[in-house]
């Protein structure tokens, strides 16, 4: 198997590149003062931070275009399921590192100390289940290590027992329910 995938290009929006420029005068929070944001909101307004939205907008139509090379070979579906497991284990493990937000992790699929108080199981169903919660980010953390769980016991033959097999289920069930939710 052979894969190649070309990086996404640096892309910067007309609010981006005024921060760019102006990048000593972020505080230690690395926020920028006010007159950065009025004066990139300025920038935005005029003809040339209009021209720069469009051609930005373009940009973004070739960026997705991004170019996928996929070689398989068929000695590459024995086992498909291990094999992709190799692929996958150090994707988990970068995206859990730069994760950039987490996505909603429903009160059904997390554990129970990670459920807020107010919550139970008996009224989960009158409860607004898209809220964030003190758990959020938490929650998605706990998902994510499922998952690499799962994918290093797959690598590594690592299924002994009965609690460790119930675990790989699981962090595999995750995979599937929150597939779309891998971004960073």
């Known amino acids: 198997m052979k894969v ?14 005024i921060e760019k420029l102006f990048f000593w005068t972020k505080d230690e929070n690395g926020n920028v003062p006010d007159w950065v944001d009025e004066l990139s909101d300025g920038y935005y307004k005029t ?19 991004r ?24 994707l988990l493990i970068e ?9 909603y992790v429903s009160i059904m699929d997390r554990p129970e100390h990670l459920v807020p108080k ?4 008996s009224n989960v169903r009158e409860v607004e289940l ?19 769980f799962a994918f290093n016991s797959i690598v590594n033959n690592t299924e002994d027992d009965e609690s460790s097999m119930e675990r790989v289920t699981n962090g595999l ?3 599937g329910v929150y597939y779309r939710s891998l971004w960073t």
């Open 118 to 121: 107010q919550i139970s199981l």
């Open 4 to 17: 190649s995938i070309k990086k996404y290009p640096t892309y910067y929006s007309p609010f981006s590149l």
């Open 47 to 65: 003809k040339l931070g209009m021209l720069h939205e469009k051609l930005a907008l373009k940009f973004q139509e070739w960026q997705y275009n």
């Open 173 to 175: 069930r995750l995979f």
């Open 130 to 148: 898209d809220e964030l919660d003190e758990f959020h980010f938490e929650s998605w953390n706990w998902v994510l290590d499922e998952m690499i």
């Open 95 to 103: 995206l859990k590192k730069n994760k950039q937000g987490a996505p």
């Open 67 to 90: 170019q996928f090379k996929v070689k398989i070979d068929s000695w590459d579906t024995w086992s498909a399921d291990h094999t992709l497991a190799h692929i996958i284990l150090p």
